[in-house]
């Protein structure tokens, strides 16, 4: 799959690369590594040997398998090569091999199917390949949880006239790292659907990668992040529309409370001159709840073809909306409810899309207890 896709190399694209070798331990000076706290993801940099295991549950209908597979297998099946040092770490050192999901053609499952990744006593590497094949109709909900330093590579190849709808949650202990790549490989007249949900952990870094494999192929991009103090939360987005005629939907949302919560969103889609008909759009908006905290937001376009159907993006950092809360207050409803009201709004518009009912609820309770949370940080900091 990796030889489909032509190789992009700049400042902002790393030419992919399976040898850790040709991913130098960064300084925090490149452009990719500059908003990163590199002390802090230094064990998953180093890739030092370790006994821990990353435990993978699933929950699986018939039909669906789950079997490990080589190095060169799983690299002869990724979308691409590792575009970063821990990405290349997690592939080369994965235990076991690599873990082939696959979803035959044609499968249509109105349930979930889950998969559960636990990671304890230390650092751990995992490389997951999802194929979902052609006209198949899924939705996979992918967990990861314990209290790891996690190194990921992922791979989601999407075939023809499928649909996915691919939903992964970051419910870290407060002492975990996770950092890593995902990719994923959009087939013509494909729609896929992703919603990334980073709640917890110490440090959260992902690269999340996009190409098309076809005309007419579309892709809708969701995530949200609930920052606390002193917790880093990173997301790096880059939708490649290699193909004409293909579509891309963007809209990441945060909420940052307590001192020295930092959150990062870079979010890069590139129009190459072959991608006529295109349209795309990216957002990404940061809710600012304390004080102390900052919210890094770069949106970026790369067009080399002016027939595009249409491009924009929107980037978004403040606090509460005054506005709404006037509104709520001037109908009895107290500052305190009104806050809560207005971050519920704000979040449940992506967490409507997951589709998943059990899934939903347990993100609003997450918000709520991370309300309670802001209520608490305040009331110390008046």
């Not at 691919?166 to 996770?178: C, R």
Request: a negative charge; one cysteine or more; charged letters at 20%.
């Amino acid at each position: 799959m990796a030889a489909a896709i032509e190789t992009v190399s700049s400042h902002l694209h790393p030419v992919p690369s399976w040898d850790v070798a040709d991913h130098p331990m960064p300084s925090g000076r490149e452009e990719i590594w500059r908003f990163t706290p590199i002390k802090r993801l230094k064990t998953l940099l180093q890739g030092t040997a370790s006994d821990a295991h990353l435990d993978v549950a699933t929950e699986l209908p018939d039909g669906v398998t789950v079997t490990r597979i080589s190095a060169a297998e799983a690299e002869s099946l990724a979308v691409e090569a590792p575009v970063d040092r821990v990405a290349a770490l997690a592939h080369a050192n994965a235990t076991d091999g690599a873990i082939l999901i696959d979803v035959p053609t044609e499968f249509v499952s109105h349930e979930p199917l889950l998969v559960s990744l636990t990671g304890t006593g230390g650092l751990v590497y995992g490389h997951v390949i999802l194929r979902v094949g052609a006209f198949a109709e899924v939705t996979v909900v992918m967990q990861h949880q314990g209290d790891a330093q996690y190194a990921e590579k992922t791979d989601v190849i999407v075939g023809d006239g499928a649909k996915l709808n691919f939903v992964t949650v970051q419910d870290w202990s407060d002492d975990a790292v996770h950092g890593g790549q995902r990719s994923v490989l959009v087939g013509r007249d494909a729609q896929v659907k992703t919603i990334t949900a980073s709640l917890g952990g110490d440090v959260v870094r992902l690269q999340e990668n996009a190409h098309y494999a076809g005309p007419g192929g579309s892709l809708e991009a969701y995530g949200l992040y609930f920052v606390d103090g002193g917790q880093h939360i990173q997301h790096r987005l880059f939708v490649d529309h290699n193909q004409p005629h293909t579509i891309s939907n963007v809209d990441y949302r945060g909420a940052l409370q307590g001192e020295g919560a930092h959150s990062v969103w870079i979010g890069d889609v590139l129009i190459r001159k072959v991608a006529e008909g295109i349209e795309t759009y990216e957002s990404n908006k940061n809710l600012v709840l304390t004080d102390g905290c900052k919210a890094d937001s770069v949106p970026n376009l790369e067009i080399e073809t002016g027939e595009i159907a249409g491009a924009g993006h929107a980037s978004t950092t403040g606090r509460f909306d005054d506005l709404q809360l006037f509104y709520l207050r001037s109908r009895g409803i107290p500052e305190e409810e009104a806050r809560r009201l207005v971050v519920h709004g704000f979040f449940f518009d992506i967490i409507r899309r997951i589709g998943v009912p059990h899934i939903e609820a347990k993100m609003m309770e997450q918000v709520e207890h991370e309300l309670e949370l802001s209520a608490i940080t305040q009331a110390q900091q008046q």
